[in-house]
């Protein structure tokens, strides 16, 4: 019943904005971490930004890229910022979701939403 619902995908100039939104739906005890990944076309998924105690940012997106939570709600937004041509992918939102005061968490995914950069 948990569900990853991501929005904020579109088609940008480079040196452009965008901001994604990943919104949690359905019953849970707590959310550990949350995450964004991308995959480019003939390209591996990769981690793009995590925050949970902390946050983590790979080394391609430091300085232009923020992850952060809503004050209110259940979302993580992710704020691309100076955006690249190499930053064209599918965005992925993902969450490890406790249901239950227990120590295991499950891996839930959003369906992905395409960003594009364009020269």
């Known amino acids: 019943q948990v569900q990853l619902v991501e929005s904020g995908g579109g088609s940008v100039q480079a040196g452009g904005s965008l901001r994604l939104s990943c919104e949690v739906s359905?019953?849970?005890?707590?959310?550990?971490?949350m995450a964004w990944y991308r995959q480019a076309p003939g390209k591996q998924r990769e981690l793009v930004a995590s925050?949970?105690?902390?946050?983590n940012y790979a080394d391609f997106v430091k300085g232009r890229f923020t992850i952060y939570r809503a004050n209110a709600g259940k979302t993580v937004n992710l704020q691309m910022n100076k955006l690249k041509l190499e930053d064209t992918a599918v965005y992925f939102c993902?969450?490890?979701?406790?249901?239950?005061?227990?120590?295991?968490?499950?891996?839930?995914w959003g369906q992905g939403t395409q960003v594009t950069v364009f020269s």
């Open positions: 925050i949970s105690g902390d946050t």
């Open positions: 993902n969450a490890d979701i406790a249901l239950a005061p227990m120590p295991t968490t499950d891996t839930y």
């Open positions: 359905g019953p849970f005890f707590h959310i550990a971490t």
